[in-house]
């Protein structure tokens, strides 16, 4: 049984062949009405924070595959809080096939896998966003056939959108090059970790916008304070305020040069609605990548032969 939290679990192999079968089934999704491979699988989605692509093309990609979701407010569920959440996790591995989290802390997505008995994915924490990756490679890879060798500008926070992207660009052989207001680029835990995985990959820090877009293949932004950080809005945006992805930083990228997001975008803020709007701009593109890349993500964890307590539930009711 595997769990996806993070992407320095996957090796780029791994990656690639995720993302072969995410466009394998993008490019079935026409006749996609004949594979059911969630037949019978119940998937629950636990998110403790609001969440538009992530809830809806999860539950969208467990419709078309045959499966049922279930959709569970976090605070209803009341993990950790109206009871531990190793006797949440063991409670749900009794009834449903796999778990889709959203959590406020990392933690909470690590304690509840370590006691699940069905595959948890990480929907977001404050530390990765390993799905929303995984969609993004998928769209660079339409753009630019290969990836090995391209560079992302990340413009912004050093976040947890922004970690999962740089993992999976290092495990791919690409350049992230992180370009963040000082004191918001990667905690020195994060840098020791991905260097332990990635050892050899290209990863830069820098706090000048313009220098980070000059040789990039895709800007790249996100929010300048996600979900959890409202109190420090009022002062992300004044210190962020030189990082806005606007017409003039775009004029000193490369023609070639993408613009992408994961939306939900402040505009006027992190990135201006000419630039989000423009030709360069692929984030919707992006965002239907979600689709697909979660529909390869849940067929891989439930090819493992090894069946999980509600399996054999259903299997023991089924010859009753
Ligand atoms: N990009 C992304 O994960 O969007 P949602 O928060 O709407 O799921
Ligand atoms: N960094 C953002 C991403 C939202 C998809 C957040 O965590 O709020």
Redesign the pocket.
């Known amino acids: 049984m595997r769990h996806f939290l993070t992407l320095l679990d996957w090796s780029g192999a791994e990656i690639r062949r995720l993302l072969a079968d995410a466009a394998k089934a993008k490019a079935k999704r026409k006749n996609a009405k004949g594979i059911k491979s969630l037949a019978n699988r119940v998937v629950a989605l636990i998110f403790e924070?609001?969440?538009?692509?992530?809830?809806v093309s999860f539950e969208t990609a467990i419709a078309q595959l045959g499966g049922t979701s279930l959709f569970l407010v976090g605070q209803e569920v009341g993990l950790g809080t109206r009871e531990t959440i190793p006797d949440c996790a063991r409670t749900l591995s009794e009834y449903v096939d796999a778990v889709v989290l959203r959590t406020f802390r990392h933690a909470t997505i690590e304690e509840f896998a370590a006691y699940a008995r069905c595959p948890v994915i990480n929907a977001?924490s404050d530390c990765y966003?390993p799905c929303?990756a995984l969609g993004d490679l998928l769209t660079m890879q339409e753009i630019f056939t290969t990836l090995q060798g391209r560079t992302v500008a990340f413009v912004g926070d050093g976040n947890n959108v922004a970690r999962s992207l740089a993992i999976g660009c290092g495990k791919l052989g690409m350049r992230f090059v992180l370009a963040c207001p000082q004191s918001y680029g990667f905690d020195q835990a994060f840098l020791e970790l991905y260097q332990s995985h990635i050892p050899d990959s290209e990863l830069i820090i820098c706090h000048d916008p313009r220098e980070a877009v000059t040789s990039a293949d895709v800007i790249y932004t996100d929010v300048w304070a996600s979900m959890g950080q409202e109190n420090e809005r009022e002062r992300r945006l004044k210190q962020f305020r030189s990082y806005q992805v606007n017409e003039e930083l775009l004029a000193l990228a490369p023609p070639h040069a993408r613009i992408m997001h994961?939306?939900?975008a402040h505009r006027g803020e992190e990135i201006t609605s000419e630039v989000l709007e423009s030709e360069r701009s692929v984030v919707f593109q992006q965002?239907g990548n979600?689709l697909y890349v979660q529909k390869a993500l849940l067929q891989w964890l439930f090819s493992d032969k090894k069946s999980s307590p509600a399996a054999k539930n259903r299997e023991r009711s089924a010859h009753r």
């Open positions: 924070k609001p969440s538009l692509r992530t809830r977001l966003h929303q994961c939306l939900p965002a979600r």
